[in-house]
């Protein structure tokens, strides 16, 4: 059983929660793969596969969107679970649950079984001109706000479920 896990990540913090979840998955004893989706050439080998993207004004990444896109009709016949991230703040004051834009019709392409969104984390250093611009004007705060745990219990599902249906 070998899992492909891949995310769209401008920055760095989604593919550190796909780095936890590929983590996760192989220290429940589930062989797990992080590729790039732009070096995901095919499905051919996998059991299952876990795809997510960053979120910026409520969409995924393009390299997220063409991934779904061009493997669709593979996906809908392996298990595949999908994770946003992006939300900015401290757990509590979040809604972690609302989809993202992109998310049901993605949720639908894939035949997902689930999709979780996750905190993100900024670093105001790392962004572009035009994304700080963003930043301020829509007041996000700095920081990281990534849910190790829930994070880890996610790959725990995913782990669990892959284990029953053998």
């Known amino acids: 059983m070998t899992v492909l896990v891949t995310a769209s990540s401008r920055h760095g913090s989604t593919a550190g929660i796909a780095d936890a979840i590929a983590d996760g998955l192989i220290k429940r004893g589930i062989e797990a793969r992080m590729v790039a989706p732009e070096d995901v050439m095919g499905l051919d080998g996998y059991t299952a596969v876990v795809i997510g993207s960053a979120v910026y004004a409520g969409h995924w990444l393009e390299e ?35 989809d993202t834009v992109d998310a049901a019709p993605i949720v639908k392409a894939t035949g997902a079984i689930a999709h979780r969104t996750f905190a993100g984390r900024l670093d105001k250093a790392k962004l572009k001109f035009t994304e700080r611009a963003m930043v301020i004007a829509f007041k996000a705060p700095e920081g990281d706000f990534r849910d190790w745990e829930a994070i880890d219990a996610y790959a725990g599902e995913i782990a669990q479920r892959l284990q029953a249906d053998g």
Do not use: I, K, M, N
Not at 65 to 72: N, P, Q
Not at 77 to 95: A, K, M, Q, R
């Open 64 to 98: 997220g969107r063409a991934l779904v896109d061009s493997h669709a009709a593979g996906l809908r016949e392996l298990p595949v679970w999908l994770f946003s991230s992006g939300p900015l703040g401290e757990p509590g004051h979040l809604t972690p649950e609302q």
